[in-house]
């Protein structure tokens, strides 16, 4: 079992999470929703583990196939359905950024096996709808 502690430690919504090892994530609502801006958000949270689930999926593909990572970056951008409550991730693009020794037809296929196949989080949200869509880029 994965076990998760939350504290409200910062004005009405300012929460710190901590796994068994100790490990911290701060998330707050926004000043408009009454937070004071103390960590993120938890809807962002869920672009960053998509993030965190994709990237550890590619890199240990690419590793596998011998290939020489240098940097590795991603940016995720995301759009909610506002108009509905709960408002949940209609669209979400990643655009992955590595520089290397990378052979491209190698890297495109670690990026697409992992938002396609592997990443437990990418699945996750589009049992919920969301429609996930990516690019690469290498340097």
Known sequence: MIVVEMNRVNGDFGFEAVDAAG??????????????????????????????CSGIDVVSILKKQRQVIDRFSMVLEGERNTSEIPSLWTN???HFKLSGAIDREKALK???????????????????????SWDLEII
């Open 92 to 94: 979400i693009f990643v």
């Open 110 to 132: 670690a990026c697409s096996l992992s938002i396609d196949k592997y990443c437990s989080v990418a699945a996750t949200l589009r049992r919920a709808g969301a429609i996930i």
């Open 23 to 52: 490990h911290l994530i701060k998330l707050d609502t926004s000043p408009d929703e009454g937070g004071l801006n103390f960590g993120f958000r938890p809807m962002q949270l869920l672009l960053a583990a998509l993030g965190g």
